[in-house]
């Protein structure tokens, strides 16, 4: 415990360093800014999410940023609505693409090889972020760290709390060809974001990317909400998060 909150703090100083030297890349004028609608309900059931989010009016926001056009050209449709609560976030994305595929079999399993969509987030105001992967029938896969290496899985009670829809239904299917529209809707509870104790984001600004991918299907894409501005794939980058205010 005593080096994993010395290595914090060093992570810490050396951000700190380069974004005195180098320029807070934070700062980015073209940096997309969400505001994220806070509902007021006690419960709620995840199947019941996109038709809530329509009656409170929610904006969906496309996730079409092809940041490696050259290599990975094909930019399916993609959008997604968030909202939150006072124990929860709500996600809804919808897709429709050439092909679907959902092979991970298994929580923390390789979901990005799937049809997959990604949110990234930095709750904690520290330098550890979480990556909240989901492909299209609702397996998940969920990380936490201060960099791509070394990152640590949620345990699996953690993942238990997380309630998922998936219009596909839960059942792994190897790729299906052909243009096929699907949806998935997650509440995550504050708890997966188990490296802190986080009680409410009401006022908060969190630092967040969403993206698409499918490292195997026959078409393979990187999508993010947020441009991405690196030679090659990589969601792993807080440097190129946008910024979400929680109404």
């Given at each position: 415990m005593k080096m994993d909150y010395l290595s914090r703090i060093i992570s810490g100083l050396l951000i700190f360093i380069s974004l005195n030297v180098h320029g807070n890349p934070y700062q980015?004028?073209?940096?997309?800014?969400?505001?994220v609608k806070k509902i007021n309900i006690d419960t709620i059931s995840v199947e019941e999410i996109p038709a809530l989010f329509k009656q409170e009016h929610i904006a969906y926001q496309t996730i079409a940023n092809v940041n490696w056009k050259d290599s990975y050209p094909y930019c399916p449709q993609v959008e997604f609505g968030i909202a939150y609560t006072d124990k929860a976030i709500l996600l809804h994305y919808q897709v429709t693409e050439e092909s679907v595929r959902a092979v991970a079999?298994?929580?923390n399993?390789?979901?990005?090889?799937?049809?997959?969509?990604?949110?990234?987030?930095?709750?904690?105001?520290?330098?550890?972020?979480?990556?909240?992967?989901?492909?299209?029938?609702?397996?998940?896969l969920v990380g936490a760290g201060a960099t791509r290496s070394n990152r640590q899985h949620a345990p699996q009670e953690v993942l238990d709390r997380v309630s998922r829809w998936a219009s596909l239904g839960k059942d792994d299917?190897?790729?299906?060809?052909?243009?096929?529209?699907?949806?998935?809707?997650?509440?995550?509870?504050?708890?997966t974001f188990f490296l802190h104790d986080i009680q409410s984001l009401e006022g908060k600004s969190v630092r967040a990317n969403f993206y698409k991918c499918g490292d195997k299907l026959q078409t393979p894409h990187f999508l993010s909400w947020n441009p991405i501005d690196l030679?090659?794939?990589d969601f792993h980058c807080p440097a190129?998060?946008?910024?979400?205010?929680?109404d």
């Open positions: 980015d004028k073209d940096m997309k800014d969400l505001t079999g298994h929580d399993g390789p979901v990005w090889e799937d049809a997959c969509v990604e949110f990234f987030s930095m709750p904690g105001g520290d330098d550890i972020y979480y990556n909240v992967e989901c492909n299209c029938t609702g397996t998940l299917f190897e790729e299906r060809i052909g243009t096929c529209s699907w949806e998935v809707a997650l509440v995550i509870p504050f708890s030679p090659k794939p190129f998060f946008g910024l979400l205010q929680f």
